[in-house]
């Protein structure tokens, strides 16, 4: 499925919710708690997503020119909305990555779901998805 | 006090407003309070009939306004029974207050060994200058311990305080939980040593009667934000002996007798340390917000709050998954918890779309986060415009919240 369609189908998930900030967030803690087990050992500083108010822990591997990311938070509504970027972002190529504009999050209204210091660590989190798929395109490209 | 609590939610425009759906309820208080009709009145009332500078203007303007910031100082003299009016001092806040001391008192007298005594309870802002200072002087900073309940050691408080003691300065009510302590024993057992003692009463003017001469504090600090008044304007207590001991905090305007390219004479307390233009529409709106308070009661408002606190201390602790951070014996209305297996944050969102306003995090006293080995706390915490039914909306919210996961 293409960014654009994985998009479309959150939109529509989320547009059932409606306004309900309720059960919105129940929602995202809901789809947190499906992201696969990150291995504790994996959970330390240098993974450590800078300019979250929660931890989030992030780490990205590549295979047949894709790049998978596993991440994890303390929180569980942080680890609801990586679950989201994951679920739009993972599994693709650098160049996938590194162009996908990610319109749903405006589009669901995460922004006053969410709160300003929240959507900056969203914020903070997709940079770093950006960052690593930038590092592998220039190590697939050697 | 002779209105009922719909009269009083009436006099604070903020209340009310729905949030994300719901009515608000406004549970942060500690870390500020609303503020009065009153108080939002003064400050455009200044602003659109007497601003102009105070103290030195020629006009009709200037003498107005002048009047009507000395009688803030006035108030806030009666508020906490000070000697007299120039032992008052507006600063920007607690943390200016702890600063200024700890920039003139502590570089006048603390020196290489000396020893200054904080609590595991304080506010990063009652810990920081210190540590500074300590840095700077070779001096050396002290900790009381506290026990499981969130309440100070006296037996190791009674162990540190020694002859090297020069300073205590602690905080009278600890923000993150609440707890009340016993400052009349910390301040005697501290001039039996010859130490002065500062009290931090960010959290306890707004609460509690304070009484600096019954207390016999040297110092205390607090914010007028809350205490139903602006942000950005604090007050400094000192004892005069002390404050005209110490040397300016600031040079400029308005704190000088005399300036020559020779030498500067320092003016008169309390001006010596209000160098610069004072917050002025703030400090004369401050004054309505003490009216309110005194046209209350404090006896009302503890009484009020008290209540408050016992009735959700009853409906909370039957939660499952409840678990309270500090249970002192003496508390003012603040309930800082966790409930297990949930993030306070996750705890915090899913609060405000109730519409309550609570504060999550580590309140910044993470050294007392840490002596409970925890990231932070939920808290919640009442003031005088708070209702029991609002408290019925906590428990319901706190409830479903704690069931997820309990």
């Known amino acids: 499925m293409s960014v ?102 405006d589009k669901i209204g995460m922004g006053s779901i969410i709160g300003s210091q929240r959507s900056n660590g969203l914020a903070s989190m997709i940079k770093q998805m950006k960052m690593y798929a930038l590092a592998y395109q220039a190590k697939l490209n050697v | 006090m002779s209105l ?49 500078n105070i103290h030195r203007g020629a006009h009709a303007l200037a003498d107005r306004a002048t009047r009507y910031y000395e009688n803030t100082r006035t108030l806030l003299q009666q508020f906490l029974n000070a000697r007299e009016e120039a032992e008052i001092i507006f600063t920007k806040g607690t943390t200016e207050g702890i600063n200024l001391v700890a920039s003139t008192f502590g570089r006048k007298f603390i020196n290489k060994g000396d020893e200054i005594i904080i609590s595991t309870l304080e506010h990063h802002s009652n810990i920081v200058p210190w540590q500074m200072l300590c840095e700077e002087k070779g001096a050396i900073l002290k900790i009381i311990p506290i026990n499981e309940a969130g309440e100070l050691d006296m037996q190791a408080f009674r162990g540190l305080i020694s002859p090297s003691t020069k300073l205590v300065s602690i905080v009278h009510v600890s923000n993150a939980l609440g707890t009340i302590n016993p400052v009349e024993e910390i301040i005697e057992l ?61 040079g400029g305007g308005e704190m000088i007798k005399e300036v ?12 010596k ?26 006896k009302y408002i503890k009484a009020h709050e008290d209540e408050l606190l016992a009735y959700a201390n009853d409906s909370l602790s039957q939660i499952k998954g409840f678990n309270p951070v500090g249970t002192a014996k003496d508390k003012i209305s603040v309930i800082s918890f966790n409930i297990n297996g949930m993030h306070p944050f996750d705890v915090g969102m899913m609060l405000d779309a109730n519409g309550i306003a609570v504060r999550t ?46």
């Open chain 1, 4 to 105: 654009e369609a994985i998009q479309n189908e959150i939109i529509e998930e989320f547009s059932i919710l409606g306004d309900d900030k309720e059960s919105t967030i129940f929602y995202i803690m809901e789809i947190g708690g499906s992201l696969p087990e990150m291995p504790e050992s994996d959970k330390i500083d240098q993974n450590i997503i800078k300019g979250c108010q929660s931890k989030v822990w992030l780490t990205a591997s590549e295979k047949d020119g894709k790049i998978h990311f596993q991440a994890d938070s303390n929180t569980d509504i942080t680890k609801g909305l990586i679950s989201l970027l994951i679920r739009v972002l993972s599994n693709r190529t650098p160049e996938e990555i590194i162009q996908a504009e990610l319109y749903f999050i």
């Open chain 2, 4 to 52: 009922n609590i719909q009269e009083i939610r009436a006099l604070f425009p903020v209340l009310h407003q729905e949030v994300n759906g719901k009515p608000l309820i406004y549970f942060d208080n500690a870390a500020t309070t609303q503020k009065p009709i009153s108080v939002i009145d003064a400050l455009s009332a200044y602003y659109k009939n007497d601003n102009s």
């Open chain 2, 190 to 250: 501290s001039h039996q040593v010859g130490a002065k003692v500062l009290l931090d009463g960010a959290q306890s003017t707004s609460h509690l009667e304070v009484d600096v001469q019954a207390l016999g504090c040297d110092f205390l600090v607090f914010s007028a934000h809350k205490l139903y008044g602006p942000t950005g304007l604090g007050v400094l207590y000192g004892k005069r002996d002390l404050l005209d001991s110490m040397p300016p905090y600031q």
């Open chain 2, 260 to 271: 020559t390219f020779a030498k500067t004479t320092y003016n008169e307390l309390p001006f």
């Open chain 2, 273 to 298: 340390f209000e160098a610069g233009t004072p917050n002025i529409g703030d400090v004369i709106a401050f004054g309505k917000a003490l009216e309110f308070i005194n046209h209350i009661g404090k």
């Open chain 2, 361 to 406: 995090g580590h309140h910044c006293t993470q050294p007392l986060m840490q002596r409970f080995g925890i990231e932070g706390t939920v808290r919640a915490s009442f003031s005088v415009y708070n209702t029991k039914s609002e408290i019925d909306s906590l428990v319901a919210s706190v409830s479903k919240i704690a069931k997820l996961k309990n």
